[in-house]
């Protein structure tokens, strides 16, 4: 438990407020040209103290460093009472929670500096008014404070226009924003890259494909340009879903991160040729990490001499034997080897015996 010792002082109107806890000795100054005092009132006392004890279990249960400590003191500087206990009582009347409370002050310590009337409470209200709930805003406010400090006319609002109009709901507007709560903050990229992409053509249902990953809509300008011209380049229909598909693939790395990605297949032995193939197919094969991309391609190797080859075998004997008709491709390779062999060599007892001769006539053979 916290044991607080408060000692005040006063040098030149100024006031020091100190904490111990055990060996661990934590100091918390604050120039603050006032003196505790209590609320006649509501009947509490000044929240500092309530402030303090929150970044200091903060601090404690959730590892935050002493630097991070340092930085929320030194970003503050109180002259009256008023604006930092306001901003937690209204945060608690929000049903804001003791941890969301901290997280937000942590991540915008000057907030404690914020009219909550003038400036706070008319964007909680607007956002209230387009259909989130309580529980619902603190978790967004509390994940993406930079929302508090945003203008509401200037940002928030018309972000918010833009993706009505996008979605044509509020419902699903919404829903874009819980799934990245940026775009309320960076509105001016999701304008400018919706300008480049609709420029070339690009569906409205399309771009809306894009808000899954939305990332892909807060690209540089500059880069997206260029990021849609290699892909027409390639080949790629900018009216096809697959156009997104790789846009939003090619937006998530670097240049330098993409050729990383490439020589991973060059390592397995794939020519450019191959690897631009793969990917003209399948967009995602760059998207999993460098780590990633070499495990499965090891995992495939092994699967290719384990499974894949023994079963290609045995599928040509059965075809030849006239034991079974057509065979699809994902029903031959995909399925589990508990599946396979209940579902084929269980035909017929002699069946079991020719699979596994399969299977160790190419074990010998390599």
Same mark, same amino acid.
């Given at each position: 438990?916290?044991?607080?010792?408060?000692?005040?002082?006063?040098?030149?109107?100024?006031?020091?407020?100190?904490?111990?806890?055990?060996?661990?000795?934590?100091?918390?100054?604050?120039?603050?040209?006032?003196?505790?005092?209590?609320?006649?009132?509501?009947?509490?006392?000044?929240?500092?103290?309530?402030?303090?004890? %929150?970044?200091?279990?903060?601090?404690?249960?959730?590892?935050?460093?002493?630097?991070?400590?340092?930085?929320?003191?030194?970003?503050?500087?109180?002259?009256?009472?008023?604006?930092?206990?306001?901003?937690?009582?209204?945060?608690?009347?929000?049903?804001?929670?003791?941890?969301?409370?901290?997280?937000?002050?942590?991540?915008?310590?000057?907030?404690?500096?914020?009219?909550?009337?003038?400036?706070?409470?008319?964007?909680?209200?607007?956002?209230?008014?387009?259909?989130?709930?309580?529980?619902?805003?603190?978790?967004?406010?509390?994940?993406?404070?930079?929302?508090?400090?945003?203008?509401?006319?200037?940002?928030?609002?018309?972000?918010?226009?833009?993706?009505?109009?996008?979605?044509?709901?509020?419902?699903?507007?919404?829903?874009?924003?819980?799934?990245?709560?940026?775009?309320?903050?960076?509105?001016?990229?999701?304008?400018?890259?919706?300008?480049?992409?609709?420029?070339?053509?690009?569906?409205?249902?399309?771009?809306?494909?894009?808000?899954?990953?939305?990332?892909?809509?807060?690209?540089?300008?500059?880069?997206?340009?260029?990021?849609?011209?290699?892909?027409?380049?390639?080949?790629?229909?900018?009216?096809?879903?697959?156009?997104?598909?790789?846009?939003?693939?090619?937006?998530?790395?670097?240049?330098?991160? %993409?050729?990383?990605?490439?020589?991973?297949?060059?390592?397995?032995?794939?020519?450019?040729?191959?690897?631009?193939?793969?990917?003209?197919?399948?967009?995602?094969?760059?998207?999993?990490?460098?780590?990633?991309?070499?495990?499965?391609?090891?995992?495939?190797?092994?699967?290719?001499?384990?499974?894949?080859?023994?079963?290609? %075998?045995?599928?040509?004997?059965?075809?030849?034997?006239?034991?079974?008709?057509?065979?699809?491709?994902?029903?031959?390779?995909?399925?589990?080897?508990?599946?396979?062999?209940?579902?084929?060599?269980?035909?017929?007892?002699?069946? %079991?015996?020719?699979?596994?001769?399969?299977?160790?006539?190419?074990?010998?053979?390599?």
């Amino acid at each position: 438990m916290f044991y607080f010792i408060f000692r005040t002082s006063f040098l030149h109107g100024k006031q020091t407020i100190a904490a111990s806890q055990s060996s661990n000795l934590f100091i918390f100054k604050r120039s603050i040209g006032l003196r505790l005092f209590s609320n006649s009132s509501n009947g509490h006392s000044f929240t500092v103290f309530k402030l303090w004890i %929150l970044l200091r279990i903060g601090f404690s249960e959730c590892g935050f460093s002493s630097e991070l400590a340092s930085r929320v003191s030194n970003c503050v500087h109180f002259e009256t009472p008023e604006k930092p206990d306001s901003l937690i009582v209204f945060l608690e009347n929000h049903g804001f929670s003791q941890t969301q409370i901290v997280n937000l002050i942590k991540r915008q310590p000057t907030l404690l500096l914020s009219d909550t009337e003038k400036t706070l409470s008319p964007k909680l209200e607007f956002l209230y008014s387009i259909g989130f709930s309580r529980p619902e805003l603190a978790k967004l406010l509390s994940s993406n404070p930079l929302l508090l400090k945003s203008s509401l006319k200037k940002q928030i609002i018309p972000s918010f226009n833009l993706l009505r109009n996008l979605f044509q709901s509020n419902d699903k507007t919404i829903k874009a924003i819980k799934r990245f709560d940026g775009i309320l903050v960076y509105h001016a990229y999701v304008f400018s890259d919706m300008k480049v992409l609709r420029g070339i053509g690009v569906p409205e249902s399309n771009i809306l494909m894009m808000f899954s990953n939305p990332p892909a809509l807060l690209c540089n300008p500059v880069r997206l340009k260029e990021i849609v011209e290699d892909v027409k380049r390639m080949g790629f229909d900018s009216l096809t879903k697959k156009f997104v598909h790789v846009v939003i693939a090619l937006s998530s790395m670097s240049k330098s991160t %993409l050729e990383k990605k490439f020589d991973v297949y060059r390592r397995w032995g794939w020519s450019d040729q191959e690897i631009r193939e793969a990917f003209q197919r399948y967009p995602s094969c760059i998207t999993a990490s460098e780590d990633k991309i070499m495990a499965i391609m090891d995992f495939l190797s092994q699967s290719f001499e384990k499974r894949i080859v023994p079963r290609a %075998l045995f599928a040509r004997e059965l075809l030849s034997l006239g034991l079974v008709g057509n065979l699809t491709l994902s029903v031959l390779f995909d399925t589990l080897e508990k599946v396979f062999v209940n579902r084929f060599v269980n035909i017929a007892p002699e069946l %079991l015996m020719l699979y596994e001769e399969r299977r160790s006539q190419y074990r010998l053979q390599h």
